[in-house]
């Protein structure tokens, strides 16, 4: 007598061969490519490899990883690239462009897989950082670190291929707040514009570099606005723990200014989509109420030297103060925000709703069109 299992063949095969249609029919549901661009928020260790003391190679970075390594992110652990990342299934951001050039063998081997270009410090403006920090890689570079990945795939995949595969990656972009510093600072004598000049030089800068990376065939662009600077221990360790407001504005002038550009350009260029990131509203409104995020000290860094934690980097060499629970710091160090809290504001940007992420979150600018 025939089993009941064997009754159940043709069920099985039928279930077989229709799930792989629907991963046929919904080819575009695998992760995206990640091309990856910014500042210290995003950085995966390109400075590691640069004359700069926007640096995070040594402890107590990553002092979350299993073991224990600090990779050159700004973090205790994973920071907003590789969250981002994880949200689409990856273990975490791709390499930084540096390694990869290192070692032209594992360029062709990796490349296909994504690749980071983002360089702690940097900003829009090609002067923005350098007198700081010392080198960086400035936002225009990257682009044309990009613009010779690009090359590559083509050499790879044939020119039609090739820009098929460019048009369906992600492009995810988180610049601006050392634009900010930078002024504030008056570093490069950049306080003889107004702030309103300053911005629209930015915002011009920001249009010409992500225009060309359209014009190198990126069509999906994820961009993260600036958060609120005026609030982070670095700065609000200078003004008595408190906010500094005009900061706060002027990353509010950020966000409306770069929201008008693209805009602009989706109006202007054909098939050029879009997701922008309100960090500046995550962040407003998770300061507002910490707890219902998980989170308790929002003021103080988790690491860092004296009022705040905010007046120097986490430098255990430097006999830097660590906190013990990490879950419950908005921020790391002096500028930037724990695992956890990239964690969140991963979680929103992919599948947040438009009081945060508009016009489409990055999960529907990855899969839905
Ligand atoms: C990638 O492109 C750069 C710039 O054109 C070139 O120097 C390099 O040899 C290329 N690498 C590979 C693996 O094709
Ligand atoms: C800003 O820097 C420039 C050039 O270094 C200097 O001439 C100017 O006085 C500075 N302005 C302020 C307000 O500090």
């Given at each position: ?24 029919a ?32 040594f ?21 907003t ?51 700081e ?30 820009a098929?595969?460019?048009?369906k ?16 600072r ?44 005026g ?15 005009p ?41 507002k ?37 990490r ?34 979150n990055?999960?529907?600018l990855?899969?839905?069109?």
């Amino acid at each position: 007598m025939a089993s009941f299992a064997s009754n159940n063949y043709p069920l099985v095969f039928f279930f077989v061969l229709f799930s792989l249609a629907m991963r046929l029919a919904h080819g575009t549901n695998y992760a995206p490519t990640l091309f990856i661009f910014g500042d210290s928020t995003f950085d995966v260790g390109t400075n590691n490899f640069l004359n700069s003391k926007a640096k995070a190679n040594f402890p107590y970075n990553g002092i979350d990883f299993y073991p224990p390594f600090p990779t050159g992110r700004f973090s205790n652990g994973f920071n907003t690239a590789d969250q981002i990342a994880r949200q689409f299934g990856y273990k975490q951001s791709p390499p930084p462009f540096l390694t990869l050039e290192k070692d032209q063998y594992s360029l062709k081997k990796n490349i296909l897989k994504g690749v980071n270009f983002a360089s702690g410090g940097s900003g829009i403006l090609r002067e923005t950082g350098h007198s700081e920090w010392g080198e960086v890689v400035f936002f225009e570079r990257q682009v044309e670190q990009f613009a010779s990945v690009g090359g590559n795939i083509s050499e790879m995949l044939g020119h039609a291929q090739a820009a098929k595969f460019v048009s369906k990656a992600l492009f995810l972009i988180s610049v601006g707040s050392n634009d900010i510093f930078d002024y504030a600072r008056n570093d490069s004598g950049s306080i003889h514009l107004g702030a309103e000049e300053y911005l629209a030089v930015v915002q011009l800068t920001y249009y010409s570099h992500i225009k060309k990376l359209y014009e190198l065939g990126a069509r999906k662009f994820g961009i993260i606005s600036v958060a609120t600077v005026g609030c982070c221990p670095a700065v609000s360790s200078l003004n008595g723990g408190k906010c500094v407001e005009p900061l706060n504005d002027f990353a509010v002038a950020f966000y409306l200014a770069t929201q008008a550009l693209l805009q602009k350009l989706s109006s202007e260029l054909k098939g050029f989509k879009y997701s922008l990131g309100n960090s500046f509203e995550m962040t407003s409104t998770l300061l507002k109420s910490p707890s219902s995020f998980g989170l308790k000290y929002t003021q103080s860094a988790c690491c860092g030297i004296g009022y705040l934690n905010g007046q120097g980097g986490c430098i255990k060499a430097q006999n830097a103060n660590l906190c013990t629970n990490r879950n419950e710091f908005l921020f790391w160090d002096w500028f930037h925000p724990t695992e956890i809290a990239s964690l969140l504001a991963a979680k929103t940007l992919f599948e947040g709703d438009k009081e945060f992420v508009t016009p489409v979150n990055l999960r529907q600018l990855a899969y839905s069109y």
